[in-house]
Structure formats: structure tokens, C-alpha cells
């Protein structure tokens, strides 16, 4: 298979996109060589993020729209999510009580606090009245 650098995909706001996407993700982790474990982790994060916009984000957005890009560098392995809902700054959440028994816990909270976990960098920014969410993973000289 063909190397790709990038993947764009434009998705209309259902939960039922995640499926094909990770069907495109882990195609272009193929093409690109990427460790299974690096797609599986990929296709979690966009999984949340998407189950996430899609619930809370979006509503009374006249037109959503989601965007997905992914992009193979020499060292990093770059994903990138934005939308046009409401502002929402996932690294300003705090980390979820870890500590607690689990049925003392409040739900919620740990799926973005494994995709931060997993990350290498986060980076998170409301421009032109979009959300756009970037991920960096660091790639091992083998993933290349």
C-alpha cells in the first residue's frame, strides 16, 4: 500500500462516522507503518472525541460540521479534530479523582483524561469559531 502523509476526512456529526472512520484510520496507520497499538490508541481518542462533540458540542448548531486530519511526520504522528460548536477547552478540564473508589466517583472525565494521558502534546485553540483540538504522538525511528 501506498504511503500517505495526511488524511482529511470531513464527517457530518453522527455517532455512526466513527465507524467508517476507523476503518480510514487504521488504513492510512497501515499504509504509514504505524504500530497497531498507535491506530488502536488513535481510533479511542477519536472515538471520545467525536461520542463527546456530537452529544454536547453541536447542539443547536445550525450547520456542524467535524474535521479530522491526521498527518505523518518524520518523528510525530499529528491528529488534529475541529468543529464549529460551542468553545470547549478539554486541557482546561481538571484530571478526574483517580483515588477514589470507582462508586464514589462523579461520571465523566476519563476518557479525556486517557486521550491527555496518551499524548505526547496537547494543544487546544478556538480560532475563526472552530474548536480545534491537535494530539502529537511521538514516533519511534521503527515507526517510520
Known sequence: MAMMDELHVSLSPRLSAVRSLAQMVEEFGDANK?????IYMINLALDELITNT?????????????EITLQVGETSLALTMEDNGQPFDPTAN???????????????GLGLHL?????DRV???YVNGKNRLTLEHDLTP???
Not at 481538571?94 to 465523566?108: K, Q, Y
Request: aromatic content about 6%; overall charge negative.
Open 123 to 125: 494543544n487546544y485553540e
Open 54 to 66: 456530537v452529544s454536547y458540542g453541536l447542539r443547536g448548531v445550525t450547520r456542524p460540521r467535524i
Open 34 to 38: 504505524l504500530p497497531d497499538q498507535q
Open 115 to 119: 486521550i491527555k494521558t496518551f499524548a
Open 142 to 144: 521503527e515507526a517510520r
Open 94 to 108: 481538571p484530571d478526574p479523582d483517580l483515588s477514589s473508589a470507582v462508586d464514589e466517583r462523579p461520571v465523566g
